[in-house]
């Protein structure tokens, strides 16, 4: 009579088991590189949107050092309000990368949503990030703010703060009516994956000369 060996093998339960095991380790390796890829998108977001603002800064000081320069124009030369209007001192860089000793500021745009960033396409500069409608559309935009720095003559220790007014003085602060300097606030909007994301920062720059 011939004995019956058994081979030890798995049972369904047991397969179930492996395969849940399994699918979990994959779920959480895939979740963790589509987070990373989130997560490296919304820092390239973060540094285009910080150096657009800073960019917005140093373009504000490079225009009064070259008002400085000309020797005939006010510190705040085209960065105070629109012509014409001045309770409008919003505005957008025009510079596009090419040669321009002299930044200038486009007053038209008012809110964020009519300052667009662009993707410039031109052989003098490719790929550059501007304010003006020349190229491909990008989903960021960025919009100046010029406030006057305002001082009181009789006491040049006390300062006015920057209300949003665009001329000096301030609303509530009838002595103070000499500008010595400007506030620059940079305002940045942009979309990431239809959720608006946004940054701010300021700038103080004074008539020193």
């Not at 373009?59 to 629109?82: E, I």
């Not at 596009?96 to 964020?112: I, K, V």
């Amino acid at each position: 009579m011939k004995r019956q060996h058994f081979v030890p093998g798995q049972t369904l339960m047991e397969m179930l088991i492996v395969l849940f095991v399994i699918s979990v380790g994959l779920y959480a390796a895939v979740t963790l590189i589509f987070q990373n890829v989130t997560l490296q998108a919304q820092d390239a977001d973060q540094t285009v949107a910080m150096n657009l603002a800073r960019e917005g800064l140093e373009l504000v000081q490079s225009k009064r050092d070259s008002n400085w320069l000309d020797g005939t124009k006010q510190f705040n030369d085209g960065m105070d309000y629109k012509l014409g209007d001045n309770t409008d001192c919003t505005a957008a860089p025009t510079w596009a990368g090419g040669a321009y000793p002299d930044p200038a500021f486009d007053f038209t745009p008012n809110t964020l949503d009519q300052a667009r960033v662009y993707k410039s396409s031109a052989l003098t500069s490719p790929g550059l990030f501007t304010n003006q409608v020349t190229a491909t559309t990008t989903d960021f935009y960025r919009l100046l703010t010029f406030t006057p720095i305002c001082q009181n003559p009789s006491d040049p220790t006390k300062k006015a703060p920057a209300d949003g007014s665009c001329l000096c003085p301030p609303a509530g602060f009838a002595a103070y009516t000499k500008q010595v300097g400007l506030r620059v606030k940079t305002d940045i909007q942009w979309y990431r994956q239809g959720n608006k994301k946004s940054l701010t920062i300021y700038g103080d720059f004074y008539d020193w000369r």
